[in-house]
């Protein structure tokens, strides 16, 4: 009998440890994540710029890793630093929003390079919109 | 909806350093919404949302993507796309609006502050429904910034919260709305 209580509460603590840790788990760190697909910033901005459904079908919510030139990087106050990918001959481009904890990483990259980054896909407004970027190591 | 550009949403502040545009957008907005009850606080922000206004007609449009509302507890953001906003089937939300107050004139040459009252239609999560909220637009040294708080409800957008954690999530959502700057279109 005693060993069956011990064993309930064993449990109990452990499922109490494995909630706490559940309920205050951070969002993952996509340095380490596997992307669901890869795809070059051409091939996204075509595929969104013209089916947007469809597109969305096949990026939305997933991460995913896109090899691109860089047009523009932009720092701003509030710590949002943005990389946007692309072709300038194009309207849209695709804008990587960096994880706070890669920003530094930034300071090595510059217009005109190519690079693979890897984000979480939200969609399409004027660009197509990753989140939670890293930079990939070719 | 395609090739559309999608604009829209809940909206706070903007700001724009311009010379005599007659449009003015932003890919920067600054959308956050808090939900507090006496069990928890939740609050999520997303630092781009895209917004327009027509300074000719007095129009004014957002958007924002639900996906990129972060949260810092991942489960919460987890539960908000999948279960609530289902974002893969609402991936955006939209605002459209416009203000018709015939006293309301914004200029960039001219120092300003006024609270104008925006009507117009919010879609969040399929649904769409007409909402007047108020914003201080203020216009300075040739930047305007515009300011604005509301609040939706829950139920008037269809979003279901379970019962389970009914007491953890406000039934009415604080929106903050902020765009740090705006550029010429």
């Not at chain 1, 494995?18 to 595929?47: C, F, H, M």
């Not at chain 1, 090899?67 to 695709?94: A, E, K």
């Amino acid at each position: 009998m005693n060993k069956f209580v011990a064993g309930i509460i064993v449990l109990a603590i452990a499922g109490g440890i494995y909630a706490y840790l559940e309920y205050n788990r951070k969002p993952a760190d996509l340095k380490n994540k596997k992307a669901a697909a890869q795809v070059t910033a051409k091939e996204l901005i075509l595929l969104y710029t013209n089916y947007e459904d469809s597109a969305n079908r096949k990026y939305l919510g997933k991460v995913v890793e896109v090899s691109g030139t860089i047009i523009r990087i932009t720092n701003q106050p509030d710590s949002l630093v943005n990389i946007l990918l692309g072709d300038s001959s194009l309207l849209s481009g695709v804008s990587c929003q960096i994880d706070s904890k890669h920003i530094n990483e930034t300071k090595m990259h510059r217009i005109g390079e190519s690079l693979v980054i890897r984000g979480y896909c939200t969609g399409f407004l004027m660009d197509i919109e990753l989140n939670r970027c890293v930079f990939v190591k070719q | 909806m395609n090739k559309k550009i999608g604009l829209g949403f809940l909206w706070l502040t903007i700001s724009f350093t311009a010379v005599a545009q007659k449009k003015i957008f932003t890919k920067n907005g600054i959308i956050s919404f808090t939900s507090e009850t006496r069990i928890e606080k939740i609050k999520a922000i997303n630092k781009k949302a895209l917004a327009v206004i027509d300074l000719e007609h007095n129009k004014i449009e957002f958007a924002v993507l639900i996906g990129g509302f972060e949260f810092k507890k991942a489960l919460m953001q987890e539960h908000f796309n999948e279960n609530y906003l289902e974002s893969d089937k609402f991936p955006k939300a939209l605002f459209k609006g416009s203000f018709n107050q015939p006293n309301v004139s914004i200029s960039i040459n001219e120092n300003k502050t006024q609270r104008i009252q925006v009507q117009g239609n919010l879609t969040l999560h399929g649904v769409t429904k007409e909402i007047a909220i108020f914003a201080i637009i203020t216009v300075k040294n040739k930047i305007i910034s515009a300011q604005a708080d509301f609040s939706v409800l829950l139920t008037d957008y269809d979003i279901k919260v379970p019962s389970v954690v009914s007491e953890n999530i406000n039934k009415e959502v604080q929106i903050n709305v902020n765009v740090p700057s705006f550029s010429e279109m």
